[in-house]
């Protein structure tokens, strides 16, 4: 990939803070589309942030329709990723699986299952034996239903970033890695200049795809995105005796405790509620022993698996698990794409393309307004995503 030198070009058309899969994807959209001299401007290496974790999620199982159309769209654009842009993710369609201990969970994600099979999305509502079936590690005690869709999966995020990265600099993308930005130029109602530790760019548009640092950057240019880092946690197994079953990725709902294959072991994860907000991703097992508590009532054969590795990163979370996507109303050359609130791997290919659009002017495939990150400064309603983890 073009450029990791110790400056940046001193002008751009478009400047991109952000170079994991966001602002990765963005970048390949934009120089697919023929929009030349393009800066991906990234603080650590390509990938680093939250893109760095080892595997990511792909699912289309959401209770909000848009999210449903940001999974549905770029789950074909994983499946196509080996074609488009040209590389292998290991997308694994293992399928999703929710599992739910209470009556109005179920409820809840019966009304979510029809939702999406409206759009398109082949999930249904199961009983706690087929769920069994799929995951043989489930006990069925306590376990009301289950929501299913087999075409979600898993993938791996850095080969991700790569693929959209070798794709995008073949193209004439210039990447700045280990270049941070320090500040941002207006005039007007125009962002006019990035402020590096490498130097100045002049530029016509600036797009935020920074995730967990996003507060940062809006607020150098004055745009308010709400965004705030979480730590999240994740360990594995040591490697399992063959024959290991292949299980769908499955999510125990009311712990947020959840559990996959990992090359030839588990990778256990569950999302700490006492954990505070920063930028800090130091692993500390620690956090294990909530997996494990969730594990003995859920899924008793984990709880006492040997774990021998450990990964922590940053979540983007804003106000209401939504993401924020969206051109500022203020400074209409600053667009921003971030606060994905743990989707934003799943839903980058679909966001690069709406990314796309709105520099373009053209109309996006869904109505992104609702995503706008002014919703929480005009009191527009804001509608929160149920099927969080």
Known sequence: MSSSSRT????????????????????????????????????????????????GGVRAQFSDP??????????????????????????????????????????DFETGVHLQNSLGVPSRMIGPREAQQLCPYLSTDGLVAAAYSPTDG??????????????????????APHTAVTGLDTTGDQVTAVHTDHGRISCSTVICAAGAWSARIGAMAGVHLPVRPVRRQ???????????????????????????????????????????????????????????????RRAPALADMETHDG?????????????????????????????????????APAVGEIMRDLHLDRTPFVDVTPLSADRFTTGAATRPEAHVV
Request: glycine content about 12%.
């Open 8 to 55: 940046v070009p001193p002008t751009a058309d478009v400047v991109i803070v952000g170079g994991g899969v966001m602002g990765t994807s963005i970048a390949f959209h934009l120089a697919e589309a023929g929009i030349h001299n393009i800066v991906v401007v990234e603080r650590g290496e390509l990938g680093s942030g939250s893109s760095g974790k080892p595997i």
């Open 66 to 107: 848009l999210n449903i159309a940001l999974g549905s769209r770029s789950l074909r654009a994983w499946q196509d990723f080996p074609q488009r842009p040209g590389a292998d993710i290991r997308l694994d369609s293992v399928g999703y699986l929710f599992l739910l201990t209470s009556e109005q969970q179920a409820a």
């Open 154 to 175: 898993h993938a791996r995020p850095g080969l991700a970033v790569q693929g959209y990265a070798r794709a995008a600099a073949r193209a004439g993308v210039v990447f």
């Open 234 to 296: 994740l360990a594995f197994t040591a490697p399992l005796a063959p024959p290991a079953p292949r299980i769908p990725f499955t999510i125990d709902f009311a712990s947020t405790a959840y559990f996959h294959n990992s090359d030839d072991g588990l990778l256990f994860g569950l999302a700490d509620p006492e954990q505070a907000d920063g930028f800090d991703t130091t692993w500390t097992p620690d956090w294990l022993r909530l997996f494990r508590a969730a594990a003995r």
């Open 311 to 347: 990964w922590a990163g940053l979540y983007e979370v804003t106000p209401d698990h939504n993401a924020l996507i969206g051109r500022s109303g203020a400074l209409p050359n600053f667009l921003y794409a971030t606060g994905f609130s743990g989707h934003g791997f799943l839903q």
